[in-house]
């Protein structure tokens, strides 16, 4: 099956820091991700899809200039949380479109903590 | 709004027993329904659905869709203590591939 690759599985940060997240989909070429979130005990909630070559779409709700995502290339996107506060500790997790598939390619999931 | 609902919230049973898990939507321009299975870190998928009325089965796991009532149902039958996780079910829609998620099912098999 595909394999999508999500990187750091787990970070710590200071609060007022901003940290990066990549995900990477490593057998294919991959025009759309997908970013999510998910605190604990409830379910995945879409942030924003994340299209190559061009700007992210954001549902209601996020911030933009709060999780920048840039999709440099088919198959890089990356998810930086600006300015992190305590709040935004919760677990993200990118998909991967390869585009016809319907099933969506899950990266291993980054566990950010802002203390 | 589009909506994804799932129940029950939580559930805990005892090994050997079946359970059933459902899943109720109601979006505009539906393409698909999945099931996927999440334990510690990312959902891992179980089903896909288009059709109504066409039954998917894996070992113990099986699921139907019914596009006229807009439900599905995950059907887990000698359960065993590795089945505890949460199961969630996404829609995806024809107008993009985004998928949105219910609000998960937790269950816990006990010995």
């Known amino acids: 099956g595909a394999v999508v690759s999500q990187h750091p599985s787990r970070v710590i940060c200071k609060s007022g820091t901003s940290v990066k997240i990549e995900c990477r989909s490593l057998?294919?070429?991959?025009?759309?991700m997908f970013w999510y979130r998910q605190f604990p005990k409830q379910s995945l909630m879409l942030m924003a899809t994340?299209?190559?070559?061009?700007?992210?779409?954001?549902e209601q709700g996020v911030e933009k200039d709060k999780f920048l995502i840039n999709h440099a290339s088919l198959t890089l996107s990356t998810l930086t949380v600006t300015s992190a506060h305590p709040e935004d500790s919760s677990f993200y997790i990118c998909?991967?479109?390869?585009?016809?598939?319907?099933?969506?390619?899950f990266g291993q999931g980054t566990r950010l903590t802002v203390v | 709004e589009d909506k994804v609902v799932q129940s029950p919230l939580s559930l805990v049973v005892h090994e050997g027993d079946t359970v059933t898990l459902n899943c109720s939507y109601e979006?505009?321009?539906?393409?698909?329904l999945l099931w996927y299975k999440q334990e510690k870190k990312a959902p891992t998928f179980l089903f896909m659905l288009?059709?109504?009325?066409i039954e998917k089965k894996s070992g113990r796991l099986s699921s139907i869709l019914d596009k006229k009532e807009l439900f599905s149902i995950l059907n887990i039958t000698a359960t065993q203590t590795g089945d505890s996780a949460v199961y969630l079910c996404?829609?995806?829609?024809?107008?993009?591939?985004?998928?949105?998620f219910g609000t998960g099912t937790s269950l816990t098999v006990i010995p």
């Open positions: 996404a829609v995806v829609l024809n107008t993009g591939n985004q998928f949105y």
């Open positions: 998909s991967a479109d390869r585009g016809g598939a319907t099933e969506a390619f």
């Open positions: 057998d294919f070429q991959a025009t759309t």
């Open positions: 288009t059709s109504s009325g």
């Open positions: 994340s299209n190559e070559g061009s700007k992210a779409t954001y």
């Open positions: 979006v505009t321009n539906f393409r698909s």
